[in-house]
Nanobody, 114 residues
């Protein structure tokens, strides 16, 4: 399983970004995918997840602002981030879980200026 995250960048507070995660080499329909983030000097924390049944979960800090979705036709998982705050600044990683094994992609950096 390989994952490729993209879509990060610099945005002003209140703005939006959409992150993308391409999942290849797996049975995408059976793969749970999650986004995590790691701020500078901080730990990697859960942001959102979507399971193969398209059930979604969110961290309290992003619920109502972020939306996770998946496109089965393209093996893509998206994280739409609205109303971004400086506290959302972090390296964002996608993780796939297939048959109880985790796979990580490289991160994509999101910087939110105040």
């Amino acid at each position: 399983v390989q994952l490729q995250a993209s879509g990060g960048g610099l945005v002003q507070a209140g703005g939006s970004l959409r992150l993308s995660c391409l999942v290849s080499g797996s049975v995408f329909s059976r793969t749970d995918v999650a986004w995590y983030r790691q701020p500078p000097g901080g730990q990697r924390d859960f942001v959102a997840s979507i399971d193969y049944g398209e059930g979604a979960k969110y961290a309290d800090s992003v619920r109502g602002r972020f939306t996770i979705s998946r496109d089965r036709a393209t093996n893509m998982v998206y994280l739409l981030m609205n109303n971004l705050e400086p506290e959302d600044t972090a390296m964002y990683y996608c993780r796939a879980t297939l048959y109880l094994r985790d796979y990580w992609g490289q991160g994509t950096l999101v910087t939110v200026s105040s």
